[in-house]
């Protein structure tokens, strides 16, 4: 029904920069919340970075100043930018999405299929 598309992702050295971008589509009202989250092998998946329908924003711990998340509500689309990546931003990165779906404006969660981020000389 509703679908998240990431993409973005791929190999970076320290302290570079890389930018993501998730979208989403189908039988979408509106949508309310949109987030990223990470998991790193032998890890928990982590919350990254979150943000509301009008532009709130909340970060995890270790990302506050070198990531920013943003969106596109016309193109029901997220954006997660990440500056001065070290190895520890090494995981798949995952888009979730709160969403009110159509016709039965049902509140649904959705996950993206994730995307890999890997920071490595």
């Known amino acids: 029904q509703v679908q998240l598309v990431e993409s973005g992702g791929g190999l970076v050295q320290p302290g570079g920069s890389l930018r993501l971008s998730c979208a989403a589509s189908?039988?979408?009202?509106?949508?309310?919340?949109m987030a990223w989250y990470r998991q790193a092998p032998g890890k928990q998946r982590e919350v990254v970075a979150a943000?509301?329908?009008?532009?709130?924003?909340a970060y995890g711990t270790s990302v506050k100043g070198r990531f920013t998340i943003s969106r596109d509500n016309a193109k029901n689309t997220v954006y997660l930018q990440m500056n001065n990546l070290s190895p520890e931003d090494t995981a798949v990165y995952y888009c979730?999405?709160?969403?009110?779906?159509?016709?039965?404006?049902?509140?649904?969660?959705?996950w993206g299929q994730g995307t890999q981020v890997t920071v490595s000389s």
């Open positions: 189908g039988n979408i009202f509106s949508i309310y919340a």
């Open positions: 979730n999405a709160g969403v009110i779906i159509t016709p039965t404006r049902d509140d649904v969660e959705v």
């Open positions: 943000i509301t329908s009008d532009d709130k924003t």
